[in-house]
């Protein structure tokens, strides 16, 4: 069974620019978070997709955006791109999004410059 | 609002040896409780989680944690840790009434050292 795949790995805009991340979660799974990893801060969660319905987000201001496709696959958007968005984006996967097991992929990698 | 502290950020001991990661949270409703390890350039995985029940529970890689509700405390322990087992560990809780989110601590990186 493949994993929780993330596109791009890793990726480098500038200030200003707008960037969008995607998420492909294990097959059969239909609730797909995002959150932001930073150092000393731990992660951040930035949103819930279920069924293509936003279920519960983040702290996070109105830049950051998600959604989820009828195939459970889920893209992130950050529009103007701030140096402090420098983070591994990660995303995870699970059956339900209750009390179960969190599934996460490998990250993506934004650095703002 | 519920709230996750870990308050060792880095954890060094020698092969062999025991160690314990501390993890207290805050919240004023019932929650799930979970550890996660992230080896570099890995994501997440989990390594144990309690529900309900026994509140001692046991995970991957030889790991338990106990809950303490009176403490407000999920410490993780190891009887004797590998280099293997070096890596970055986190605790989360998440509500069991079903907020869909998961509060995570700001981790504590276990060094295991030769």
């Known amino acids: 069974k493949a994993g929780v795949t993330q596109t791009p790995r890793y990726l480098i805009k500038t200030r200003g620019q707008q960037v969008t991340l995607s998420c492909s979660p294990i097959s059969g799974h239909r609730s797909v978070s995002w959150y932001q990893q930073t150092p000393g801060q731990g992660l951040q969660f930035l949103f819930e997709?279920?069924?293509?319905?936003?279920?519960n987000k983040g702290n996070f201001p109105g830049r950051f955006s998600g959604r989820q496709f009828s195939n459970s696959r889920s893209e992130m958007n950050v529009s103007t791109l701030e140096l402090g968005d420098s983070a591994l984006y990660l995303c995870a996967s699970s059956s339900t999004g209750i009390a179960g097991e969190l599934f996460f992929g490998e990250g993506s990698r934004l650095t703002v410059l | 609002a519920q709230s996750v502290t870990q308050l060792d950020s880095q954890v060094p001991v020698f092969e062999e040896a025991p160690v314990e990661l501390r993890c207290n949270y805050s919240s004023s409703v019932s929650v799930y409780l979970f550890w996660y390890v992230q080896y570099p350039n890995q994501g997440l995985q989990l390594l144990l989680k309690y529900l309900s029940g026994s509140t001692l529970v046991k995970g991957i890689n030889g790991f338990e944690a106990e809950f303490n509700k009176s403490q407000t405390s999920f410490h993780l322990r190891k009887p004797s840790v590998h280099i293997s087992d070096t890596a970055e560990y986190f605790c989360a809780v998440s509500e069991s009434s079903g907020t869909y989110k998961y509060i995570f601590g700001t981790g504590t990186r276990l060094k295991v050292l030769a």
């Open positions: 997709y279920f069924s293509e319905t936003q279920r």
